[in-house]
């Protein structure tokens, strides 16, 4: 039989390892935050019908650590304008790439891509341009209600903060977030 004092060392030492394990897991989490997921608050309706306003997303922020971004990503960034808030587009050039939007599609070296997440078709024009060096040209899937590239600027690959990984909020719509991969010649 165990004695009382025995009894309240045991309790003391679970709980003391118990606090450790806390203690540890939220060091860990806090660590993997700062360095390796960031999390991201939708705002507004640029991304529709693939991402919508308010929606919380996790955002791998060491995804280009050691590769480019590549067209079809969808990423957090800072445009080059001022405002308070990232942004999130879809990358659609990548650096030497010549764009153009016409008669309701985006064409990429002349070739007219295959868009089936788009909410509706491009109802603007965009004059053939080449993507400078070290910069990106991002569009939202909400073509005709989205402040992106086809307003004349690019992002650098500086100011892109990451790729959108995964919808963590609301929980009907878990689940990982639609990157898309074009097959250009």
């Known amino acids: 039989m165990y004695e009382s004092g025995d009894l ?12 450790l394990i ?3 897991a939220m060091v860990i989490l806090l660590l993997l935050q700062v360095f390796f997921v960031g999390r991201y608050i939708v705002d507004g309706s640029s991304m529709e019908p693939n991402l919508y306003d308010q929606q919380r997303i996790l955002v791998n922020k060491i995804a280009y650590t050691f590769s480019d971004p590549q067209r079809g990503d969808v990423v957090v960034l800072t445009p080059p304008y001022p405002t308070q808030n990232d942004l999130i587009k879809r990358i659609i050039g990548l650096p030497g790439d010549t764009v153009e939007v016409k008669d309701g599609k985006v064409y990429i070296n002349g070739v007219a891509l295959d868009e089936p997440y788009i909410k509706d078709p491009p109802a603007y024009t965009f004059d053939e341009t080449v993507v400078p060096e070290g910069e990106y040209f991002v569009l939202g899937d909400n073509r005709n209600n989205s402040s992106d590239s086809h307003f004349g600027w690019t992002v650098s690959r500086e100011n892109i903060h990451g790729r ?16 898309f991969d074009y097959a250009l010649p």
């Open 8 to 19: 309240i060392s045991q309790v003391k030492t679970f709980f003391k390892e118990l606090l």
């Open 22 to 24: 806390v203690l540890s």
């Open 164 to 179: 959108a990984w995964f919808t963590i909020w609301p929980l009907s719509d878990w689940g990982s977030v639609l990157n």
